[in-house]
């Protein structure tokens, strides 16, 4: 876990917008390019930068709140459905939420000394941002909208559910289950090709 702390415009980030074509034609000689691609290849790099770290993704959630069901949703299709070569944590059935994320965190640590963590979790951004994926270089910070949380993890990847104005809960509970479904799968796919 990184314990520095960098200024909100030295963060890495990249925006991808939701609901885009798996493939959109981009040359004239008929190469397909993949929208996609420039997220997937960023986090591969830095997954290869990382070494010979074991890989673990961390998913932050719960169902109980629509917005905030985003992480449980991405851990339960990485091991139900796309069955990556990673160690993922926070499913639909095991949780890591607020009220038990310093244990599970605690135990994580103890069991993957050293490992790469990818944090997953969802977010409240501005108007234009809402439905984007941002990658993170510098983890997440779960349980954020409480403000009760430190920053986890070595990557971070925020699905943005809604946007960020008024009370946070309200905007969490809003959200329709299958526009988070939707925007889960999006992340799913997407680390399911990073860690390929």
Sequence with gaps: MRKTKRKQDEIEKIYIPSQLPSCVSESESGDEYDPLAPFVARMFNDIIEKGDREIVVVCFGTNAISGDSLGPSVGTLLTKKYDVSAFVYG??????????????????????????????????????????????????????????????????????????????????????????????????????????
């Design 91 to 196: 499913t639909d059935e095991a949780q890591i939420n607020g009220k038990n994320m310093r244990e599970w965190l605690a135990f994580i640590k103890s069991v993957h000394k050293n490992a790469l963590f990818v944090a997953v979790d969802a977010s409240l951004g501005n108007k234009d941002k809402v439905g984007q994926i941002v990658f993170r270089d510098d983890g997440v910070c779960p349980s954020g909208v409480t403000g009760k949380s430190e920053r986890f993890g070595d990557i971070g990847v925020l699905g943005i559910v809604a946007r960020n104005q008024g009370d946070p809960l309200m905007q969490l509970l809003t959200v329709s289950p299958v526009y988070v479904d939707n925007l889960a799968n999006e992340i799913a796919v997407m680390l399911k090709a990073a860690l390929a």
